[in-house]
Every structure is written in structure tokens, then in C-alpha cells.
């Protein structure tokens, strides 16, 4: 491990590949010393040339987050922390009435026990460098979330245990959420299917487009940083302007304002294809 002083070291859970792999990225490429841990080490040699791109640098060491006892070891052999990023977690399309209580336990395990015992075996290292510490929140947690319900509880409760860590662990620790929308990556056609699926609900974002690992990392690097010094216990919405709601769409009324609208996005996206 790195210990030139002067360097930050960031830890990202499940930083191995998608959005965990862009803030791994965005705080590398912003100078800083960064560990990532999962269970499974990034596959190299059959990723991607762009995914492999997002780990270059990057140190990777094996760690399964649902077992505490590792989490409290591998945080005791780091010599400092300045930053911790729970990323860590997911979850399949699975219908409530459909599934036993014990694999939605699992989910909930992964997206919210596991960040509370991850900041628990961190506090002391974070509270002595007086370091930060950014979940990756959902806005699944923010809305009905059909078909994964129990990672939008998760996310829900994530969010606020956030907010309860911060005011708890104020003023040396400071503790923010990302409060993540659609995000383009390598598994992205197992939510939305092929690219005329992604293209379809790209179009119901306000900006026009999914985001991209980059987009979550920046703004993770950003809560971390001194610009952010006097941000705790907030939630930061990176979602390019939330989801349309859909009872716009099936409303009558208006219709003319909203061809006129599309018409216009439908121009200028073909107008950025001709550049």
C-alpha cells in the first residue's frame, strides 16, 4: 500500500466494476489512493477495454461485507482512512408475494446492514483524520419500487441512517448520501433490455440520457472534498432531473404543449448525432 503522505486513501466497496468502478476512478484520477474490496476481484483479462480502463491504478482487496468479523479486520490493518464509500449492493427483479422472506432479508442485508457495520469498523480511523464517509444511495428509496422492493426499502433506510450517522458523528466524521438514478453500465440490459430499451428510457429522463459511472463519481469525489466541507447528513440527487411522471403522459390535456416539446428534444438530439 501507498503511504506518501499527502495522499487521501479512499476505500470503495464494491468498486469492481459499473458505478463502483467510475468513484473509484474519479477519486484516483483526483490524486488519491484508492482500495476497493468485494467479494471477487475485477475479471481483467474478459472485461471490457473501458471497464478494465476504470480500475487501472486502482487496488483491489477481497472482502465479503456481510461478514463483520472480516469488515472489522480489514479496517484494522489499514494505517489511516480519510474516506469511505459504501457501494456496496443491488439486487434481482424479484416480486414480493413470489419470494421467501429470507432472500429479501439478504437484500437488505447487503444494501443496508452491510454500510452501517462497514462505517462502525471505519468510525475510528474516519473520526481521527476528521475524513467523510458517502453512501450510494437510490432513488428507489425515494419512490414505489415494484419487482425490488426490499432494495428500495434498503435504500430508503440507507438514506437515513446517513442523515442519523451525521448528526451522531459530527463534527469530526462527516456523512452524506448520493442519491443515485439510472446509471448506464455493463449490466444495464438486465433492467432496461437491448439499446432500443436504454434509448426509450434514457428519453424519459429530463437531460435525455442515463447516467455514466463518471457522473456518480465526480459528485462522489465532490462530497469528499473541502468544497463539501460544510455539507453532513444531506442527500445529493444525481438523477438529470428525476423520472417524468407518468400520469402526464396519460393525461388529454396538453397535448399539443408536449408534441411540441418532443419534437424540439427529437431535433436536437438528431442535431448532436450530425456534430
Known amino acids: 500500500m501507498d503511504n506518501r503522505p499527502g495522499r487521501r486513501l479512499v476505500v470503495v466497496t464494491g468498486g469492481t466494476r459499473g458505478v463502483g468502478a467510475g468513484i473509484a476512478r474519479a477519486f484516483a484520477e483526483?490524486?488519491?489512493?484508492?482500495?476497493?474490496?468485494?467479494?471477487?476481484?475485477?475479471?481483467?483479462?474478459?472485461?471490457?477495454?473501458?471497464?478494465?480502463?476504470?480500475?487501472d491504478g486502482v487496488e483491489f482487496a477481497p472482502l465479503d461485507l456481510r461478514d463483520p468479523p472480516a469488515v472489522r479486520a480489514f479496517f484494522g490493518r489499514l494505517p489511516r482512512l480519510d474516506v469511505l464509500v459504501n457501494n456496496a449492493g443491488g439486487a434481482p427483479y424479484r416480486l414480493l408475494a413470489g419470494t421467501e422472506a429470507?432472500?429479501?432479508?439478504?437484500?437488505?442485508?447487503?444494501?443496508?446492514?452491510?454500510?452501517?457495520?462497514?462505517?462502525l469498523a471505519a468510525y475510528d480511523l474516519l473520526k481521527r483524520a476528521r475524513g467523510s464517509i458517502v453512501m450510494i444511495g437510490s432513488v428507489s428509496g425515494t419512490r414505489p419500487s415494484p419487482g425490488t422492493a426490499a432494495y428500495g426499502a434498503a435504500k430508503a433506510g440507507l438514506e437515513n441512517l446517513a442523515r442519523?450517522?451525521?448528526?451522531?458523528?459530527a463534527p469530526e466524521v462527516r456523512v452524506n448520501t448520493l442519491v443515485v438514478g439510472m446509471v448506464r453500465t455493463?449490466?444495464?440490459?438486465?433492467?432496461?433490455?437491448?439499446?432500443?430499451?436504454?434509448?426509450a428510457v434514457s428519453r424519459t429522463v429530463p437531460l435525455g440520457r442515463l447516467a455514466v459511472p463518471a457522473d456518480v463519481g465526480g459528485a462522489a469525489v465532490f462530497l469528499a472534498s473541502d468544497a463539501a466541507a460544510y455539507i453532513t447528513g444531506a442527500g445529493l440527487l444525481v438523477h438529470g432531473g428525476g423520472e417524468r411522471p407518468a400520469f402526464l403522459d396519460a393525461a388529454t390535456a396538453n397535448k399539443t404543449d408536449r408534441a411540441d416539446r418532443a419534437d424540439r428534444a427529437d431535433r436536437a438530439e438528431k442535431a448532436d448525432k450530425e456534430k
Open 186 to 199: 455493463e449490466l444495464s440490459h438486465l433492467h432496461y433490455g437491448g439499446e432500443d430499451g436504454i434509448e
Open 30 to 55: 483526483a490524486g488519491d489512493q484508492v482500495v476497493v474490496c468485494a467479494r471477487r476481484p475485477p475479471q481483467a483479462p474478459q472485461a471490457p477495454q473501458a471497464q478494465r480502463a476504470l480500475l
Open 164 to 169: 442519523s450517522m451525521a448528526a451522531e458523528w
Open 102 to 119: 429470507e432472500r429479501h432479508a439478504r437484500v437488505i442485508d447487503l444494501n443496508l446492514v452491510a454500510p452501517l457495520t462497514a462505517s
